[in-house]
């Protein structure tokens, strides 16, 4: 009776091992795929952030088409009713360019503030991958530790319910 007694402890023993290791690799399979998406996420805003740049340049882009006609009407409209382009009129054009830098300095402005915060979450999705997969291998390695405590338990719970294992091994 006593070897069915230990035979079940033994078998109890090794499911446990088993069961800890295979949570293991679940918790770590878990955390790759966090990892992952983690990736993913931070490639996404890159991407997002590549596209405000553009987006913003192309913006510039149109502000300088139109300061550019604005600045040749002025011009015509000036010297068809016969003034100099100097003076008055001369300032008038250069407060308008002054302007339409301004516009255009204040769109790269934005653009770069938001493309860099773009930037930070995809910094910290980055770093949340990396913690995952840290993680991961921390929960592999947990689970070496637990199926071995899991076997030494079960090695010293068989010998102290078995006299017979304590007399062979005493």
Not at 39 to 62: F, L, P, W
Not at 85 to 108: C, F, Q, S, T
Not at 156 to 166: C, G, V
Request: charged share 15%; glycine share 10%.
């Amino acid at each position: 009776m006593c070897g069915v007694m230990e035979a079940i402890m033994g078998i109890g023993m090794v499911a446990s091992a088993a069961g800890s290791l295979q949570q293991g690799r679940a918790q770590a399979s878990g955390m790759r795929m966090q990892a992952y998406q983690s990736m993913k996420q931070q490639q996404a805003y890159d991407t997002q952030a590549h596209r405000e740049m553009q987006s913003a340049e192309y913006e510039v882009e149109g502000i300088q088409r139109n300061a550019e006609r604005v600045s040749g009407a002025q011009a015509n409209a000036y010297l068809s009713t016969g003034l100099a382009l100097e003076g008055a009129p001369a300032e008038v054009m250069k407060d308008a360019a002054r302007e339409h830098a301004l516009d255009i300095a204040a769109i790269r402005w934005s653009a770069a503030i938001r493309s860099q915060n773009l930037l930070n979450g995809g910094d910290n999705a980055g770093f949340n991958a990396m913690s995952s997969l840290v993680g991961a291998s921390h929960a592999k390695t947990a689970s070496y530790y637990n199926a071995a405590t899991s076997i030494t338990s079960g090695f010293t719970s068989m010998y102290k319910n078995s006299p017979r294992l304590q007399k062979a091994l005493g």
